[in-house]
């Protein structure tokens, strides 16, 4: 079972403000950063946001990522039909031996 | 720009032992950790472990005892060895690399995943 807690499932239309929470502990989003990936359907994980913030380049500026105590959050502005997809938030976690542990996972759908 | 491929059996039978190979082009094994994640059929993801191009390897701690992981730079690859596999292993294969150089960091670089289905 996963550590950082997603909700299942999240909607808005076209030209909408989405926001996902991940839901941690001290020692993992507490002390280290946190990365998100989109999974489009069919498709293997891309890298969204990375270092709590930082949009690799091709990301567009729309998904943001912030972080606050341990928990982190993803938005995504103008919410456009493509960006149907699940989404996970992941980090690494200090406790029992150390381990990289990935988000339950938020299916994002676009009305 | 560097891209990654997965490739082994598809099938594999309960008690025996998985092995992918991850073959890197289009850039050297060099530098990097390199990873391996797997996602059961309708469900989420899960990290395995790493391998970095040194050799040295952590390993998420429910699957320690059963994984091993290998990287190989003469021939710009990496692999995984899972052993005594059950039903429950059954999942899409993905081999990523870590984005920092020197430093375990988000995986930018994913393979397509390969399914592997564990079944008599």
């Known amino acids: 079972q996963s550590v950082l807690t997603q909700p299942p499932s999240a909607s808005g239309t076209p030209g909408q403000r989405v926001t996902i929470s991940c839901s941690g502990a001290?020692?993992?989003?507490?002390?280290?950063?946190v990365n998100w990936y989109q999974q489009l359907p069919g498709t293997a994980p891309r890298l969204l946001i990375s270092?709590?913030?930082q949009r690799p380049s091709g990301v567009p500026d729309r998904f943001s990522g912030s972080k606050s105590g341990t928990s982190a959050s993803l938005a995504i502005s103008g919410l456009q039909s493509e960006d149907e997809a699940d989404y996970y938030c992941?980090?690494?976690?200090?406790?029992?031996?150390?381990?990289?542990?990935f988000g339950t996972g938020t299916k994002v759908t676009v009305l | 720009q560097v891209q990654l491929e997965e490739s082994g059996p598809g099938l594999v039978k309960p008690s025996e032992t998985l092995s992918l190979t991850c073959s890197v082009s289009?850039?050297?094994?060099?530098?990097?950790?390199w990873t391996w994640i797997r996602q059961p059929p309708g469900k989420g993801l899960e990290w395995i472990g790493y391998?970095?191009?040194?050799?040295?390897?952590k390993y998420k701690p429910s699957l320690k005892s059963r994984v091993t992981m290998l990287v190989d730079t003469s021939s710009n690859q990496f692999s995984l060895k899972l052993n005594s596999v059950t039903a429950t292993d059954t999942a899409v294969y993905y081999c990523?690399?870590?984005?920092?150089?020197?430093?375990?960091?988000?995986?930018?670089?994913w393979g397509r995943g390969t399914l592997v289905t564990v079944s008599s």
């Open positions: 391998v970095y191009y040194t050799g040295s390897t």
């Open positions: 289009g850039g050297s094994i060099s530098s990097y950790f």
């Open positions: 001290s020692s993992n989003i507490g002390r280290n950063t």
């Open positions: 992941a980090a690494w976690d200090d406790g029992l031996n150390g381990s990289y542990v």
């Open positions: 270092n709590n913030y």
């Open positions: 990523a690399r870590a984005q920092g150089e020197g430093y375990f960091d988000a995986f930018d670089i």
